[in-house]
C-alpha cells in the first residue's frame, strides 16, 4: 500500500507544478502586455508635446512679411506713371465755355509720380483740342477749335480709406499755353498760369496696376500771366481717368 501512494503523490505533486508554472507564465505575459501599453500611453503625449513645439518654432522662427504685419507693403512706396482719358470743360475768352466729353478725340493726359507715405508729388500735362459750336474772337484772331497745353505740378495728400483705395487731394500750378488749332506758329501761344486743386480717388487693382480718377479745377492768375488783357484760358476743368503703372521701391 505504501509503494502505490507514493507515485500517487509524486504524480499530483507534478500536475501541481505544472499548473503553477503555467499559471506564473500567463501573469508574466499579463505583466508584459500592460506594462507595453502604459508605456505607450505615456509616450504618445510626450511625443505630441515635441511635435507641437517643432511647429510652433518653427511658425516662430519664420518672420510674417510686412505686408501681414503692418497692412501695408513696399509697393505703397514707389513712381507710377500712365495715360488718361477725359472729359472737359473750358472757359475762354471772357464769356465762351467750351465742353467736350469724347474721351478718345477730345486729347489725352499724362501723368508721372512719386508716391511715399500717403502723399504724392506729380507732374501731369494734358493736352486738349476741343471744338466750340460757333467761332469766336480772342485778340483779333478768330476760330471755332481750340488747343491748350497745361503742365501742371501737383502736392497731393493720400490718406487711405481701406487697405487699396485710396483719397486724394492736393494743389499745384499749371502752366498752360493756348492757341487757336490750326496755327503754326508757336508765338501764337498765349502763356498763363493758373492755381490748381484736385480731388479724386485711387484703386491699387494689383500691386502694379493702379486705376486713378481726377478732378481738377484751375483757375488763371492775371498777376502771374504774361498777357497784357483778359486771359484766354479763364478757367479749366477736367475730369481724367488714368490707368497707371506702379512701379514700387
Known sequence: MENNSYPSSLKN????????????????????????EIHAQEQLPLEQSEMEERSLEARTATQEPDFFISGTSAQWIGFYFGVGFRKVKLQVADTVSIT????????IGFNLGYFWDEQVVEYERQISIVEHTESFTYQAESGEKLEVIQNNFW???????????????????????????????NDAYEDEIALGIETGVSYFVTSNLLIYYRFALGQQLPFLSDSVSNPFLEQSQLHTIYLNYFFPL
Not at 505533486?13 to 499559471?23: E, F, G
Open 13 to 36: 505533486l507534478k500536475k501541481t507544478a505544472i499548473h503553477q508554472s503555467v499559471l506564473f507564465l500567463l501573469i508574466l505575459c499579463c505583466y508584459i502586455f500592460f506594462a507595453g
Open 100 to 107: 467736350d466729353s469724347d474721351g478718345t478725340a477730345n486729347g
Open 155 to 185: 502736392y497731393i495728400q493720400y490718406p487711405k480709406i481701406n487697405r487699396d483705395l485710396y483719397w486724394h487731394y492736393g494743389t499745384g500750378l499749371q502752366f498752360t499755353k493756348t492757341r487757336f488749332a490750326g496755327t503754326d506758329s
